[in-house]
């Protein structure tokens, strides 16, 4: 590799520490998902029992789908940016792409393209955003451009004399 990223660890260990964010990040979210869920399908008086007994049934099967998809993305990554040598943007929606199209080959060779492109998209969009979003936030620190000589000034209706 011509630069290494030091902002992150070695693959190996960005790849269990990504399955393990992403395994708590969707047991978290699946047990206030699941936990409203099941109060709102659970009798009048037994809302709070109904409520943990569903969490406990659905979250850890939404953080393992989550750690799933969390730590293939990050292998696939891994192995797009040992395999181009760079860090852009493309090396994630390539992972993407490639994340959505093994999740979804049990489902036949259709459904997997269709959900490799889909998920190639979703990281795009994802990484479009990002790029947006920091050019946004880098325009305070960009230096001011000096204001421009009355004689090259943009003209106006009030500098014209018309009004």
């Known amino acids: 590799m011509s630069h290494a990223d030091h902002t992150r660890d070695p693959c190996p260990w960005v790849i269990l520490n990504d399955f393990g964010g992403a395994f708590a990040m969707g047991a978290v979210g699946g047990g206030i998902w699941h936990g409203i869920k099941g109060a709102r399908n659970s009798p ?42 760079k860090e852009d943007a493309w090396n994630a929606i390539i992972s993407g792409f490639m994340t959505g199209g093994c999740l979804a080959a049990r489902s036949g060779p259709r459904s997997a393209l269709g959900s490799a492109v889909a998920c ?44």
């Open 44 to 85: 009048r008086g037994e809302r709070l029992v109904g409520a943990i007994s569903t969490i406990k049934a659905r979250a850890p099967v939404t953080g393992g789908n989550f750690g799933v998809w969390g730590g293939m993305f990050s292998t696939f990554d891994c192995a797009v940016k040992g395999w181009r040598q």
């Open 120 to 163: 190639g998209i979703l990281l795009g969009v994802f990484e479009g955003v990002g790029v947006l979003l920091s050019r946004v936030f880098s325009e305070g620190t960009r230096p001011q451009l000096p204001p421009l000589p009355e004689n090259m000034a943009p003209q106006t209706a009030a500098t014209v004399g018309l009004q």
